[in-house]
């Protein structure tokens, strides 16, 4: 009950005892280094900064509640006069903003500025910026795990649902209602929220956070076992590159969710644009770990960080700032890491956005013979079965857009020009791919024993199944029969004998093992008897289109 009122009022529940400490501590803090008289205060800053890294790196709940506390007092030290950001919704955050929102009195000794040298200054400044990345860094790499798949910020998601909905399957249970209705995603815009605006009102520019993000750190040398020393100037003071990219992404995709070309001209003008050659890449090899590392490694990286990184990819895409590789070769390498991240990301979220990313940049890439050789590379040497999969959805998608059922006449009725055909409208681009689009599959799936051959197909089901569904396109539609000379792609590489028949083979193969005496019993599943019979029905729809060839 509020005080001289009869009317009750839920208030939220007090703060655990350490999470009261700290606030009163920072509170504290704030009203101490205005204080401090000294030729180098930015000595003490620096230790300072250290201690509140370190407790908030180790809490475990309310950690909004303490950034905002953090926040607070890095305003109170450097005299910004920003308001507080209010809460998007009531909850626990009030608590905080209420004990954090105090003024203390005018302090005729707190203004040492004056005593300060422009050097001191700039280093206390720089510290403040670094601390910021920091802060940012921690809470959004910590975030504790939702029930759901909500990587970090969702950036991706909400930049998907809001410039493409036809690709939303729920649209009545979006991300961007689920951050506004949820009051644990709710809770990290308001504290990004306040760090971007903080960020800002330090000077910390974009130029800085992408120079801080490629920037190579300087790891301390082994065996050094002295306390690090106070920075001696503002060069010194390095900030974090995951921080830095943190919230260089905040920045660039509030611009998208929430329509803020708030961005003044002037300011525009300075941002020089992002875009994904070069600067996308240079993110992607400096942030994520290097396929020369193992492939097995790239995916494995925070969500929070996968997620902001795959958000700035979209965010270009969205600014069409795709920018000019320097060469096929930069080309080749920026697929490959998009592809692999859809390939071995654990969200589900975060794999359908890598792929959608790796698909756009490869489907922007104007020399047919770039795009055919890095599909046949994929399809050639990676050894991810679902990466196969998407190499022949993009095969799939680049054969029907060359090959449209109706022809399309050139300017005012006149053909179009011979050189300027897509080599998918010719045989050369199926040709060349239909060794790994139908590969020999007798030694595998036949010659093999069968609890090899049956580790394999597991392994490449889905791979068969889509391969076979593109198979069924290309006979059923007779107008791609004269242009890529479908009836001799179905000859000369022998893809009834050497593909089709040995999948229907392994298929009855497998069956036989599954059974209650076969080899294979231990295996034996409802899913996976289905799985065999929809492999069944698929061979067979392949089979009865085989006509199709003779009818042409």
């Known amino acids: 009950k509020r005080p001289g009122s009869s009317q009750m009022v839920e208030l939220p529940p007090p703060l655990p005892l350490a999470v009261s400490q ?5 509170s504290m803090l704030a009203i101490l280094h205005p204080r401090i008289k000294t030729k180098y205060p930015s000595r003490f800053l620096s230790t300072t900064l250290q201690a509140i890294l370190a407790s908030f790196s180790n809490s475990g709940t309310h950690r909004e509640e303490m950034l905002l506390a953090i926040v607070k ?24 903003v209420s004990s954090v929102k105090s003024r203390h009195a005018a302090d005729p000794e707190g203004n040492t500025d004056g005593d300060v040298s422009p050097e001191e200054k700039a280093t206390r400044t720089k510290l403040l910026q670094s601390f910021v990345t920091h802060v940012t860094e921690e809470y959004l790499l910590n975030l504790p795990p939702h029930a759901e798949d909500v990587p970090g910020m969702a950036w991706c998601s909400r930049i998907m649902e809001l410039q493409h909905p036809e690709r939303t399957i729920d649209l009545s249970n979006t991300f961007a209602e689920r951050f506004q209705r949820e009051e644990q995603l709710s809770r990290r815009i308001d504290a990004i929220g306040q760090l971007v605006m903080l960020a800002h009102d330090l000077g910390l520019t974009d130029d800085a956070l992408l120079a801080a993000a490629v920037a190579v750190e300087k790891l301390p040398q082994v065996g050094d076992q002295d306390e690090a020393e106070p ?4 060069e010194d003071v390095p900030l974090s590159r995951v921080g830095a990219v943190l919230l260089y992404t905040a920045r660039q995709t509030s611009t998208i969710l929430y329509d803020m070309s708030s961005k003044s001209a002037s300011s525009a003008a300075d941002d020089q644009e992002f875009t994904i050659f ?6 992607l090899k400096h942030c994520l770990s290097s396929p020369a590392q193992g492939t097995g490694t790239l995916g494995t990286e925070p969500e929070a960080l996968i997620d902001a990184i795959l958000a700035l990819g979209l965010t270009c895409l969205e600014r069409d700032s ?3 590789p320097a060469s096929d070769e930069q080309f080749n390498d920026y697929l490959q890491v998009t592809a692999l991240l859809s390939s071995n990301c654990p969200s589900p979220n975060l794999r359908g956005h890598a792929h959608y990313l790796a698909t756009t940049v490869l489907r922007s890439q104007p020399d047919d013979n770039a795009r055919r050789a890095f599909i046949r590379d994929t399809l050639e040497h990676c050894p991810f079965e679902n990466l196969k999969v998407s190499a022949v959805g993009w095969i799939k998608g680049e054969t029907i857009e060359a090959n449209p059922p109706t022809s399309m006449p050139g300017h005012l009725g006149r053909a179009p020009d011979p050189e300027a055909r897509s080599i998918f409208a010719t045989p050369f681009a199926l040709e060349s791919l239909a060794p790994y689009l139908f590969p020999s599959l007798h030694t595998e799936l036949i010659t093999a024993p069968v609890a090899e051959a049956w580790q394999i197909f597991q392994l490449n089901l ?5 391969s076979l569904n593109f198979l069924y396109l290309l006979l059923c539609a007779k107008h791609l029969h004269h242009n890529l000379s479908i009836a001799d792609l179905w000859k000369d590489n022998d893809v009834a004998g050497s593909f089709l028949q040995p999948l229907r083979d392994a298929g009855q193969r497998f069956g036989i093992a599954l059974d209650d005496v076969g080899e294979l019993t ?4 409802p899913g996976v008897v289905a799985e ?12 009865r289109a085989v006509r199709y060839l003779n009818e042409a």
């Open 532 to 543: 065999l019979t929809l492999l069944d029905e698929t061979i067979e729809r392949v089979t």
């Open 278 to 283: 070069p600067d996308h890449q240079s993110l």
């Open 522 to 525: 231990d295996e034996r599943t």
């Open 462 to 466: 889905s791979f068969y199944l889509t």
């Open 231 to 234: 920075p001696a100037s503002a």
């Open 22 to 26: 700290f606030l009163a501590l920072l």
């Open 73 to 96: 007092t890095v305003k109170t030290i450097t005299g910004i006069q920003r308001p507080m950001l209010p809460t998007r919704r009531s909850s626990g955050m009030m608590s905080a």
């Open 322 to 324: 795709m920018g000019e």
